[in-house]
Nanobody
Framework: QVQPVESGGGLVQAGGSLTLSCSVS?????????VAWYRQAPGKEREVIAT????????HYTDSMRGRFTINRNYHENRAFLHMNGLKFEDTAIYYC?????????WGQGTQVTVSS
């Protein structure tokens, strides 16, 4: 069982920055794990922001998220990150980390990000 755990959410003013962190509870990221960040705003569907492959660090972004959001990972800290800049009110959402391993997707509980206008 892989249990992603997110942290770093909170309240931030519009225009501010925030970094979210994802780790694996009681374990580690391994090999070709695919780590992804999603978000779900109230009344909207969950949408993917970006993905990163753990071993080689290759990244992909949803076009609308490119520019203000950066996905990264620290191999030695065994954490993945989502750096968010220039936050807008409409970025308010629950942000989720997921890990795909051996064709199974595991989800974290999510962390709330609230942007005040």
């Amino acid at each position: 069982q892989v249990q992603p755990v997110e942290s770093g959410g909170g309240l931030v003013q519009a225009g501010g920055s925030l970094t979210l962190s994802c780790s694996v509870s009681g374990g580690t990221f391994v090999g070709d794990d695919m780590v992804a960040w999603y978000r779900q705003a109230p009344g909207k569907e969950r949408e993917v922001i970006a993905t990163i492959t753990w071993d080689d660090g290759s990244r992909h972004y949803t076009d609308s998220m490119r520019g203000r959001f950066t996905i990264n990972r620290n191999y030695h800290e065994n954490r993945a990150f989502l750096h968010m800049n220039g936050l807008k009110f409409e970025d308010t959402a629950i942000y989720y980390c997921s890990v795909q391993r051996d064709y199974v997707v595991y989800w974290g509980q999510g962390t709330q990000v609230t942007v005040s206008s």
